[in-house]
Antibody, heavy 121, light 111 residues
Framework: EVQLVESGGGLVKPGGSLRLSCAAS????????MNWVRQAPGKGLEWVSS????????YYADSVKGRFTISRDNAKNSLYLQMNSLRAEDTAVYYC??????????????WGQGTLVTVSS | QSALTQPASVSGSPGQSITISCTGT?????????VSWYQQHPGKAPKLMIY???NRPSGVPDRFSGSKSGNTASLTISGLQAEDEADYYC???????????FGTGTKVTVL
């Protein structure tokens, strides 16, 4: 069974930093691209970032480009999101997510439970 | 890149069919077969219902179907059931600098 478990969320001041982690299990982590998707309270879903299986290809939404860094450690079956220069508008539940198949842009078939990031003074 | 446009709400009675539209442009929905649909119940993570326009993941009832015409994708729920009451989001790959875009979301109410 595919399992994705996020951690690292919390309350941070504007301008601060936070690092999210996602522990993956139940599949061959090193074979799949991985993603972060967020959802602000009461709002819709927003794609944040994607990383290929070998970290060769990395993509970001315009809203986080230059501030967030996605990375992975295939030896540890872990995905990360380093978030710097945080803004109030980054407040959201952040989901770790895997596509349903090997296609980089196919549907997201597996989601973690999410971790809440709150940016406030 | 603006969000894909969905109706804010759609409702139907049990057993009826409803259709949710997802309108984009030729740079996203109309240009690629990477349209997905998600169901989200309150406080829960989204669940994939349709991927690559019309494919159903294992375990999703065949009451759910997807299609696309031009720049508009559609999700049809046939034989509406009480448990289908939820928020639904579409998504698409896009050739813009933000490479994936979600829809504005539709609240489905079962009367």
């Amino acid at each position: 069974e595919v399992q994705l478990v996020e951690s690292g969320g919390g309350l941070v001041k504007p301008g601060g930093s936070l690092r999210l982690s996602c522990a993956a299990s139940g599949f061959t982590f090193s074979s799949y691209s991985m993603n972060w998707v967020r959802q602000a309270p009461g709002k819709g879903l927003e794609w944040v970032s994607s990383i290929s299986s070998s970290s060769s290809y990395i993509y970001y939404a315009d809203s986080v480009k230059g501030r967030f860094t996605i990375s992975r450690d295939n030896a540890k079956n872990s995905l990360y999101l380093q978030m710097n220069s945080l803004r109030a508008e980054d407040t959201a539940v952040y989901y770790c997510a895997r596509r349903i198949n090997y296609d980089f842009w196919s549907g997201i078939g597996y989601w973690g439970q999410g971790t809440l990031v709150t940016v406030s003074s | 890149q603006s969000a894909l446009t969905q109706p804010a709400s759609v409702s139907g009675s049990p057993g009826q069919s409803i259709t949710i539209s997802c309108t984009g442009t030729s740079s996203d929905v109309g240009g690629y077969n990477y349209v997905s649909w998600y169901q989200q119940h309150p406080g829960k993570a989204p669940k994939l219902m349709i991927y690559e326009v019309s494919n159903r993941p294992s375990g999703v009832p065949d009451r759910f179907s997807g299609s696309k015409s031009g720049n508009t994708a559609s999700l049809t729920i046939s034989g509406l059931q009480a448990e289908d009451e939820a928020d639904y989001y579409c998504s698409s790959y896009t050739s813009s600098s933000t490479l994936e875009v979600f829809g504005t979301g539709t609240k489905v109410t079962v009367l």
